[in-house]
């Protein structure tokens, strides 16, 4: 469109055809004089040169991988194509055999010693040492489970948005329309991901493992410069992850159901999403006038984070809630568990404890980045109130009560318990005083809720 030699029908697009968007939130934003004048008319793509004095061959080469045609909600070819990207600016070497065999014999030692502190059996049928070009592969499929609800509720949002008698005349328009958000979205997740390519260490770093099930493994670029900034030998800081990748593959594979629950809650999230039509509006013809014509790299603005924020609901308030309480029950089991593992084995743990619960309760600068493009939060808030309710409850009935807690979803710890974490069953009776008929009776009191301790967080 931009080398046709024909005159733009941009050009009297506000003058001699009709708006589609006309008494809508898009009235603006495609009207005369708005950030995509003229593409009411689908013309106007010529909008965004000529008069505006832009160089568009520059700036449609910026959009043209997001516009190509894709399947689903998110054009996964501009996130993986913008995740290497990231990958690319740093060394990113392929693990050699030592390393393989390394990671290997860590995660074999670590499940030895996990054997003693949890009767969990262990969920690791195999190891592997990625590059972080190799976490992005091995990664994508469950990114897509978590991320693809979000993007596909933005991309129909802005159809909603429309009145209903309005939605049949803007209908093609709109399809094009959503085809350029659902590549926006996607610039800004392969950002996202390629910014955390270069911090995890694990393949369940984030609390949900990402890899295939029962694959144990490490990022060892990213352990090797975790393992830099300690005062802590790497062969101390190798063994130390992989307790902790270990631990978590047990507790996935001993609780089927953790996933989907994990999962469920980012799809409540996505249900509730509504676009904030006039504020994207607002944004975008803030970044659209602060384009320089003479510098493409201006146009990147355009593409990152930060255009779509949409206000949360409180069902999502919920949802995220359900999210950030199971994630810290998650990280604090495993950090409980592991922290048994090496009291009396492994004198730097308790500096390495320290140092991994700062790292996952603060969030390094990419899981920041990924929360404010997706709006999910990825790391545990209250992990330290969540091992100390575990380990309190190990203290006074037990690893079997501790571990049974994950029977059922409705057993879960609410965030009034992790208020309060000591007294999280304080009258729980030592399960071996118990015979099978009262422990099924005491499960079905809880289930049932008639002990007052539900595990719902739905209304929190």
Known sequence: MANDPEPDPADDAGAGEPNPFKGTPFEQFFGPGGPLGGMAGLGG???????????LNRIMSQFKAMMEPYDGPLNWKVVDDLARAAVAEQPDPSPGRRDQDRVADAVRLADHWLDTTTAFPSGVTSTAVWSRAEWLVETREAWKVLVEPVAARSVSGLGNALPQEMQAT??????????????????????????????????????????SPGKAALVMSNVREFAGGLDVSEDDVLLYLALREAAHQRLFAAVPWLREHLVGAVTDYARGLELNVAQMQERLEEQMRSINPMDPSSMQGLLEG?????????QQEAALARLE????????????????????????AAKLREAVRRRRAAGGPAEQTFAALVGLELRPRRLRDASTLWGGLRARSGTEARDGVWMHPDLLPTAADLDDPLSFRAEATQPDTLTDDAFDEELRKLLDGESGE???SETE
């Open 325 to 348: 309480i199971a994630l810290a029950l998650v990280e604090g089991w495993v950090d409980e568990v592991v922290g048994q593992a090496t009291e009396t084995r492994m004198p730097p």
């Open 306 to 314: 930060g255009l779509f924020e949409p206000p949360v609901s409180p």
């Open 170 to 211: 803007a209908g093609p328009l709109l399809g094009i329309i959503g085809q350029a958000v659902g590549g926006m979205i996607a610039s800004q997740i392969g950002q996202g991901l390629g910014a955390l390519a270069g911090e995890v260490l694990t393949a369940s770093d984030i609390g949900v493992p990402l890899g």
């Open 454 to 456: 539900t595990g719902s």
């Open 45 to 55: 793509l010529g909008a965004l040169g000529g008069a505006g004095g832009f160089d």
